[in-house]
C-alpha cells in the first residue's frame, strides 16, 4: 500500500491526486488536510509515502508558498510531475436558486465561496453573473461546498469540482465557469522514495540555483553552461532568499535527466564559478490524457 497526503477531499488536488495513482495496482491510502503545510509535513515526517502538491497554473502562474515550503522548509525530493484540467464549477442548491422553469436565477445568489485560487480563475464569470454577490475565500474548494451544504436556505454558492458536489449531496448550477479553457494546473509528487507505478518517456530535473554575490554577470554565465550544450529549460524563476534585500535564488526546470551526461557536466561548470546548486529531484514527466 502506498499513502499519499493531499489538500482536501473533492478538490483539484484530490481528483488530480486519483488520476495519477488510481488504477496501477497498488492500493492507495489518502490523508487529507486543509493546509498545505499539513500536507508536506505528513511526508516530512513519515506518516505518508508521498505529498501532492500544486505547484504552477495556467492562469496564476506559480504557487509562491508551495515553493518557499519545498525549498526553505522540507528535504523532500520532486519525484515526478503531471498536469491536470482545473475545471471549476458553480455548485449549490438548485431547488434553492432557480426560478419555476428550472432556468439560474443569479438574483438569489448573494454570496460565492471558494480558494482564493480557483476564485481568481473565474473573475469575469462572476463580474458578468454575479455582480452583486459577496465573494468570500476559504481554505478549499471543497470546504466551500461543504459550507454551503451545511447552510441551506441562505443564498450561498460555491466554485469547486464535480466530485465535491457529489459527495455533498449539491448540483451544479453551471459548469465550466471558469474564465478560460486551457486551465491546467502543474502538481508534484514528492517524497523520499522513487515514483514507479507509470513510466514516462519525458523526464526532467529541477535545480535551485543561488548566485555567488561577488561575481557579475554569474546568471548570464549559468544560462550559457545550459546554452552551449543545448540543453533545454522549460522554466527559470527568481525568489527572494530572505536573507537580505535584493537577493534572490533561480528555479530552473531543464527537460532532461540528471543520467544524461551533459547535465551533470553543465552543473559542475555553473558550481566552478561559485554557485550552490541543489538538486530539487530528477523525474517523470506526465501529460494530461482524458480518459
Known sequence: MISAACL????????????????RGVDIRYEYHRMIADVFLS???????????????????SVSLHT??????????????????????LIGARSELSEADGELAYDRIVKVMSHPVAMAQCTQYLKRHLPHAE????????????IVRDNPGRGWAAIGQVSAAAD??????????????????RFLLVGPEPFALRESEKHKTSLLITLPEDYPGALHQVLSAFSWRRINLSRIESRPTKKKL?????????EMSMDSVLLPSAIAEIEAIGCQVRVLGSYPSFTYEAR
Not at 511526508?43 to 502562474?61: H, Q, R, S
Not at 518557499?68 to 471549476?88: G, K, M, R, T
Not at 535584493?246 to 531543464?254: E, K, P, Q, R
Open 8 to 23: 482536501t477531499k473533492g478538490s483539484t488536488s484530490d481528483e488530480a491526486a486519483r488520476y495519477m495513482l488510481n488504477g
Open 43 to 61: 511526508t516530512a515526517e513519515g506518516k505518508t509515502d508521498y505529498a501532492i502538491i500544486p505547484i504552477e497554473n495556467t492562469i496564476d502562474g
Open 68 to 89: 518557499d515550503w519545498l525549498v526553505d522548509e522540507v528535504n523532500l525530493p520532486i519525484q515526478a510531475e503531471w498536469v491536470y484540467p482545473s475545471i471549476q464549477n
Open 135 to 146: 465573494l468570500e475565500h476559504v481554505g478549499s474548494t471543497s470546504e466551500a461546498v461543504r
Open 168 to 185: 455533498n449531496g449539491l448540483d451544479i448550477l453551471e459548469p465550466a465557469v471558469t474564465d478560460h479553457d486551457n486551465n491546467y494546473t
Open 246 to 254: 535584493g537577493n534572490y535564488y533561480f528555479l530552473i526546470d531543464i
